[in-house]
């Protein structure tokens, strides 16, 4: 590989990089604020956690579909759609004048929040399999990054709890979106080749093969139309069979027994996860007074622990440890 090529992918995960990180800055600077703006349109303590959840669903809902158009339409188009879609989620939150209104804003940035998923497949086009695991830590880190200074900034941003001002970090969130948006219209190259009019979403993660020179000069003939559709595609099915998402793929994915518990511990630990986060947060409020500044603070502590835990910690207990061992203690705990 060359250092052009090792220069222009640095770059390109730095780019992403920043993407991510002030797209989830926006994200977590909403975290402590839910749970109050709710409140303000009269919701019960089962409302705040319907709102907490919705997020999730929608993203649960609509991010195979936004995979599969990414797969046609291209990586980039995407990630700049959700964007500017969280943006106007944002805003459209910051002026809903009624509790319904505002559900409809948190489940219009539930729609539009595909980024990470986005983003994990770009990263998956342009890195070969043995460094896979390095480009999704780059997701990770963002993640953990944004969500420790996020909630700490809306806290800051909403003021005091006697007169809070909920509308000011909603407008800072949006900005933020569209500061990630930026990023990525400016500088970020899509990640899927394109040819006779659409992108190809058979090529194979590392022709193994293939040397170095040879899979250079077969990307040059895919960019310049020297390959045909029917030449890359027919080559490539026969490695990897078609990758696109339908159902018969989700059928052949979930087969597998233990990936089926595997999704049920992920589900049930998510809903347990959402579920604490929304009543932790009216139950401080009550029994504590505290106002979005302190539970923005909080929120903080748990995404530096997050991030330290998931950053550093995993990564070398899993090297003493069994997964499965490690997996169940985490549950437990």
Not at 24 to 48: D, K, M, N, R, T
Not at 69 to 77: I, K
Not at 86 to 109: D, K
Request: with cysteine; charged share 15%; aromatic share 10%.
């Amino acid at each position: 590989m060359t250092q052009s090529t090792d220069n222009s992918r640095s770059r390109i995960f730095l780019l992403l990089f920043l993407s991510v990180f002030v797209d989830l800055i926006g994200f977590g600077i909403i975290a402590p604020l839910l749970p109050f703006i709710a409140e303000q349109f009269g919701a019960s303590p089962l409302g705040v956690a319907l709102l907490f959840a919705l997020y999730s669903l929608m993203q649960l809902v609509f991010t195979p579909f936004w995979g599969y158009l990414s797969d046609r339409v291209g990586r980039r188009p995407i990630l700049l759609l959700s964007y500017v879609g969280s943006a106007v989620a944002y805003l459209f939150f910051a002026i809903a004048p009624t509790l319904g209104l505002v559900f409809a804003a948190r489940g219009l940035a539930g729609v539009m929040g595909s980024s990470i998923s986005v983003t994990k497949a770009y990263i998956a086009d342009i890195t070969p399999l043995h460094e896979r695991a390095k480009g999704m830590g780059i997701i990770g880190a963002a993640f953990g990054c944004g969500f420790m200074i996020g909630p700490a900034l809306g806290g800051l941003l909403a003021g005091s709890a006697e007169n809070p001002n909920f509308q000011r970090p909603l407008f800072v969130a949006a900005g933020l979106s569209l500061a990630a948006f930026a990023f990525a219209a400016v500088a970020l190259p899509e990640s899927l080749p394109k040819i006779t009019g659409r992108y190809i979403t058979e090529m194979p993660p590392e022709p193994l093969e293939e040397s170095e020179s040879e899979r250079a000069k077969r990307g040059q003939e895919i960019r310049t139309g020297k390959r045909t559709d029917k030449q890359t595609n027919d080559r490539t099915s026969k490695r990897t069979g078609d990758r696109r998402f339908n159902v018969a793929t989700l059928i052949q994915v979930l087969k597998p027994i233990q990936i089926r518990h595997l999704i049920s511990i992920l589900v049930l630990f998510s809903m347990a996860t959402v579920g604490v986060q929304s009543i932790l947060v009216l139950w401080c409020e009550r029994q504590f007074q505290w106002g979005p500044r302190p539970l923005g603070f909080m929120f903080m502590f748990y995404g530096i622990i997050a991030a330290i835990i998931q950053g550093g910690l995993t990564g070398k207990l899993t090297q003493k440890f069994r997964e499965n061992k490690l997996l169940t203690t985490g549950v437990a705990i």
